[in-house]
């Protein structure tokens, strides 16, 4: 591993937007705050397609100019692996990862487990009896997330229907503003959204058919307060800060580095100031359970999906 003068090079890897009022942008605020140390050359690559050639290409090209490079997403959980074995000498680190190889390491900060929370949350603000997910990418923190909000919202109420669906885009509101009207229109009036740019789409819906919202990642309460009634809250950006210290440290950490409900905040359901008092006790007495191992999250779905009508 080169040292380039006193400092390390390291690239960081963005599929799809940077600034995407979600997942990435959420992630670049760490590499924002690394970007202001004096042992770290940064290089940041964004916008690569979603696609294996695509990312491949991304990978190897960061890794010969750089000493080593983390990937942003669970998306570099399948392309990742091969590259960091053809480069020995680099190390590699994927946020929100579940790969570890001897020079690859994985940060995992559970977003589920705010999705646990918002989903008992949907549970017992829903009128209908019907709530909706909508995610975009079918990658494990995103398949892990909807898990999570279905066994939360069952944790609740079993007879709740929920209307789950990943939409295969993170960035295109058109089809995500579709996707989210199609499942107010059958029922759901709580909304539970994974999404990244697309987000503003399920917005207008949710604004247009006077359906509420629960974001994930950034803090939607304060952004959209009108339409948001909670933020499923995950500091990705964490991940990112200790991937980078850990690659100047020189370690390889032998299995996944976990952060959740137990660690400062990382993980986090935020209410809005509308959520009655007994309600918000009632969601942070279920969070302190989380932490304290006393309430198991699933990480698998085998339900049925929605799909709106052509």
Known sequence: MTLHGTKRKIAVLFVGELHDSGF??????????????DDICLE???????????????????????????????????????????????????VQGEVI???????DVLQEQ????????????????VVGHLSGHRVTPGLKGRAAFVAGVAHMD??????????????????????????????????????NAARNGAITACRNLGAVQIGNVLNWCE???????????????????????????????DQVCHYGLQDNDIVSLSLAARVPEELAYDIARIGQKIALGEIMIPIDYDGTEFLPES
């Open 24 to 37: 990435n942008a959420c992630a670049f605020q760490g590499v924002e705050r690394l970007q202001k140390r």
């Open 44 to 94: 940041v690559i964004t916008g690569v397609p979603f696609e294996a050639q695509a990312m491949t290409a991304a990978l190897t090209g960061a890794a010969n100019r750089n000493d080593s490079v983390i990937f942003i997403g669970g998306q570099g959980n399948s392309v990742t692996p091969p590259i960091a074995k053809s480069f020995p000498h680099r190390d590699f680190a994927v």
């Open 101 to 107: 190889g001897p020079n690859l390491a994985s940060y």
């Open 114 to 129: 705010s999705a646990f929370l918002a989903g008992c949350l949907a549970a017992r603000l829903t009128r209908s009896g």
């Open 158 to 195: 079993p007879s709740i229907q929920v209307l789950t669906g990943f939409c295969g885009t993170q960035d295109d509101n058109c089809v995500s503003q579709t996707w989210a009207e199609a499942e107010i229109k059958a029922g759901a009036d709580v909304l539970f959204t994974m999404l």
């Open 223 to 253: 952004i959209e307060p009108d339409v948001f009634i909670a933020s499923a809250l995950a500091r990705i950006d964490r991940g990112v800060e200790h991937a980078a210290l850990d690659m100047i440290a020189g370690n390889v950490p």
